[in-house]
């Protein structure tokens, strides 16, 4: 039985499914006739997803995913991609508007989607003022030059 301290891969989150490397490593462990708790541990997967990976292969001869069902989203990552990057200054419901107007796209969760993009919203970082004493140095800085 292998220790915690020599996994090949790191933890998996639960919302991130298996790369296609781990799981050919998950088949290649099942096929060197290593039990699904030895691979579990090994490669720190939980048992149920090990266990899933194998029963798949079996039954069907490869462990590729299928597409999930479910509603298929307004904004795909390719076309209105670099029309949200263009306006990065924007409010999330200025570019609502904007992508209403331009793709005819009416998307009530524009958070939800821009986050999905990578881009989060950030306040300004304030800047201080200058004060009498840094506008003196730097008076006295371009007069020397």
Not at 20 to 39: A, D, Q, W
Request: proline share 3%; aromatic share 2%; charged share 20%.
């Amino acid at each position: 039985m292998q220790t915690t301290s020599t996994n090949i891969c790191e933890r998996m989150d639960h919302s991130q499914e298996l790369s296609e490397f781990k799981r050919g490593t998950v088949i290649g462990c099942h096929l060197c006739n290593k039990s699904i708790h030895e691979i579990s541990l090994l490669l720190n997967i939980p048992r149920s997803t090990v266990s899933g990976i194998i029963t798949k292969w079996k039954q069907l001869g490869t462990t590729a995913t299928h597409p999930r069902s479910g509603r298929p989203h307004k904004m795909t990552v390719g076309s209105d991609h670099a029309e949200v990057h263009r306006s990065c200054q924007l409010s999330a419901e200025s570019i609502a508007k904007d992508l209403q107007t331009l793709c005819g796209l009416q998307i009530s969760t524009v958070c939800r989607a821009l986050h999905g993009m990578g881009l989060h919203g950030q306040a300004a970082a304030s800047e201080p003022y200058i004060t009498k004493c840094k506008v003196k140095c730097r008076m006295q800085w371009c007069k020397a030059r």
